[in-house]
């Protein structure tokens, strides 16, 4: 059993992201590339996201992402 709050948020760490974009093609409605680094929006993850968000930080291969 997993706990999931529905305020959770996503952050991605610039020193440790290498630009790959497969966090923004996973979960486009949460990541964004700017300057060539990928980018989280800055509030709560929309619920319906939430998987996706997710997906997308165990497919990230410099563990650049942070949900919490």
Known sequence: LTFIRSYMKAIVD???CIGC???ATECPAVFSMVDDKAV???GVI???E???ARDAAEICPAEAIKIY
């Open 14 to 16: 610039p020193n440790k």
């Open 46 to 48: 929309p619920p319906d």
């Open 50 to 52: 939430l998987k996706k």
């Open 40 to 42: 989280a929006i800055s």
């Open 21 to 23: 974009t497969a966090c």
